[in-house]
């Protein structure tokens, strides 16, 4: 993989009025993780999980929320966020395509599967469709290798997958939108 230089100092961060982290979340981190630690800095990982867990994803604001809370600088934080392919950055869309890229669903083309979602919905692996419905994720081996090439759609795994299986797949959860989060 290469390694792909980002303009951070001039990305601009978007915010919103209202704190990511509110007196109510901070409570529960001050009760729940910090007794925990002997350090503040040692809460970053569940305060973390605290807030993707409130939003789905971590959104700059709210690596710098973390930060002024646990006294740390937002860089800091954003490693350490930025480190763990768990955390999300960007917000996630509604639905999930998951497609394995371990060696035996590479070896079964895994690349036809990912290739289909890109050009269905016109977006790279790690975005979001702009309607907000798909987004578009390779993940290491699913554990169903004996079924490659495997994918996930939501929560959902799918074995011994065609392009044109994900494709009608994809129409499907696109038509059901009520039953997801
Ligand atoms: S390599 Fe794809 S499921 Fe194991």
């Not at 925990?36 to 970053?44: I, N, V």
């Not at 994918?151 to 797949?169: G, R």
């Amino acid at each position: 993989m290469a390694w792909i230089t980002k303009d951070s100092a001039n990305a601009t961060i978007e915010r919103r009025a209202e704190p990511y982290l509110t007196d109510a979340l901070k409570k529960q981190a001050a009760d729940t993780y910090l007794p925990r630690y002997e350090t503040k800095k040692a809460a970053t990982l569940p305060v973390l999980h605290m807030i993707q867990h409130t939003y789905g994803w971590i959104p700059h604001q709210a690596i710098e929320e973390v930060a002024a809370f646990l006294e740390l600088a937002p860089g800091d934080v954003l490693d350490t966020a930025s480190f763990y392919e768990e955390f999300w950055l960007k917000q996630k869309g509604k639905h999930t395509i998951a497609v394995c890229r371990s060696i035996a669903c590479e070896f079964c083309d895994h690349k036809a599967l990912t290739d289909r979602c890109r050009d269905k919905l016109s977006i790279e692996i790690g975005d979001t469709t702009d309607d907000g419905e798909f987004t578009l994720i390779e993940l290491e081996c699913l554990g169903a290798c004996g079924g490659a090439p495997a994918a996930l759609i939501d929560e959902k795994l799918h074995e011994f997958l065609t392009p044109d299986q994900l494709d009608k797949l994809i129409d499907e959860a696109r038509r059901n939108k009520g039953h997801h989060h």
